[in-house]
């Protein structure tokens, strides 16, 4: 099947974007085209209009500033693969993007498409949630700020507004002793999650943890947090018991569907266990020393 005829705009800045979003009515933003490409292609999505943003060369950046971890918007999945600064520094995010599909898939894609895309088994959203991560939105009345917290509605629905577009995602910089980490369960290479776990860290002098994320991956209506598991964890020194019980709650907290790959029992297994492996590696990444917390 082809796609509907459409008209095609390629504007070359953030401003030239927002007014043809603001000017036009049914239209559709391109950037790396890996889900509204085969949307087009079998007429699930027939807008009149695709802005295709691939020519604003100012949205094509993977940087660190003193606060933050800032993505551009035509950053691809490749990038942050590929990117020295992330395996580094940011272990959940180097975990997660090999973990994206196929290679190909991987260089077309952006990160911050997979966000404004909203699908609860995409691998991203957990990963933005578990750093308390924000989404940077252009609209006609300036640049607004969205806590990832409140980014994420429904499936495929968010707070994004149609006049906007998402120009930036960003997490802060990591603490002198924090760690993160991702895990995820999947058929087979290619695939989306059965389930996922992202898992933050942050350890005070004492060795206890600061602060907890914890993100999930296509277990809920979207990506979600573990809030009671984060709660459980605060204050507390890391070790194996204190993640046994972070992934029980974890479990406890998530609603996964049972489908053809499993039942939501099951699913609720690998979240308890997807967590506890994430949390561990996210402690031993901040400094602690590994064989504390398989005790």
Same mark, same amino acid.
């Given at each position: 099947?082809k796609?509907?005829?459409?008209?095609?705009?390629?504007?070359?800045?953030?401003?030239e974007?927002?007014?043809?979003?603001?000017?036009?009515?049914?239209?559709?933003?391109?950037?790396?085209?890996?889900?509204?490409?085969?949307?087009?292609?079998?007429?699930?999505?027939?807008?009149?209009?695709?802005?295709?943003?691939?020519?604003?060369?100012?949205?094509?950046y993977?940087?660190?500033?003193?606060?933050?971890?800032?993505?551009?918007?035509?950053?691809?999945?490749?990038?942050?693969?590929?990117?020295?600064?992330?395996?580094?520094?940011?272990?959940?995010?180097?975990?997660?993007?090999?973990?994206?599909?196929?290679?190909?898939?991987?260089?077309?894609?952006?990160?911050?498409?997979?966000?404004?895309?909203?699908?609860?088994?995409?691998?991203?959203?957990?990963?933005?949630?578990? @750093?308390?991560?924000?989404?940077?939105?252009?609209?006609?009345?300036?640049?607004?700020?969205?806590?990832?917290?409140?980014?994420?509605?429904?499936?495929?629905?968010?707070?994004?507004d149609e006049?906007?577009?998402?120009?930036?995602?960003?997490?802060?910089?990591?603490?002198?002793?924090?760690g993160?980490?991702? @895990?995820?369960?999947?058929?087979?290479?290619?695939?989306?999650?059965m389930?996922?776990?992202?898992?933050?860290?942050?350890?005070?002098?004492?060795?206890?943890?600061?602060?907890?994320?914890?993100?999930?991956?296509?277990?809920?209506?979207?990506?979600?947090?573990?809030?009671?598991?984060?709660?459980?964890?605060?204050?507390?020194?890391?070790?194996?018991?204190?993640?046994?019980?972070?992934?029980?709650?974890?479990?406890?907290?998530?609603?996964?569907?049972?489908?053809?790959?499993?039942?939501?029992?099951?699913?609720?297994?690998?979240?308890?266990?997807?967590?506890?492996r994430?949390?561990?590696d996210?402690?031993?990444?901040?400094?602690?020393?590994?064989?504390?917390?398989?005790?």
């Amino acid at each position: 099947m082809k796609p509907a005829q459409f008209e095609q705009h390629e504007p070359e800045t953030v401003e030239e974007a927002v007014s043809l979003l603001e000017s036009l009515d049914d239209r559709a933003i391109l950037a790396g085209g890996q889900s509204m490409v085969p949307m087009l292609r079998f007429r699930l999505a027939v807008p009149e209009t695709v802005i295709d943003i691939n020519r604003i060369e100012s949205l094509d950046y993977l940087e660190e500033d003193d606060e933050w971890l800032r993505i551009g918007a035509l950053a691809r999945h490749a990038d942050v693969e590929e990117s020295e600064l992330i395996a580094e520094k940011y272990g959940s995010f180097a975990d997660t993007a090999p973990l994206v599909a196929d290679p190909q898939i991987r260089n077309r894609g952006t990160v911050a498409g997979a966000i404004a895309q909203a699908d609860p088994k995409g691998d991203w959203g957990s990963v933005l949630l578990a @750093h308390e991560g924000e989404v940077v939105a252009q609209g006609p009345d300036g640049e607004r700020v969205i806590p990832a917290d409140d980014f994420f509605l429904l499936p495929y629905d968010t707070t994004l507004d149609e006049n906007e577009l998402l120009t930036e995602l960003r997490v802060p910089v990591p603490a002198d002793r924090e760690g993160s980490a991702y @895990h995820k369960l999947k058929r087979k290479v290619g695939d989306y999650a059965m389930a996922g776990s992202a898992a933050r860290l942050v350890l005070d002098e004492d060795g206890r943890i600061e602060r907890a994320g914890i993100g999930l991956t296509a277990v809920d209506i979207t990506n979600v947090r573990a809030t009671d598991a984060e709660a459980h964890l605060e204050g507390e020194r890391p070790g194996s018991e204190l993640f046994k019980r972070a992934g029980e709650l974890a479990a406890e907290q998530s609603n996964p569907e049972s489908d053809e790959h499993g039942d939501a029992d099951y699913k609720e297994r690998m979240v308890n266990v997807l967590t506890q492996r994430a949390l561990a590696d996210a402690a031993e990444r901040a400094g602690l020393v590994k064989r504390r917390v398989s005790q």
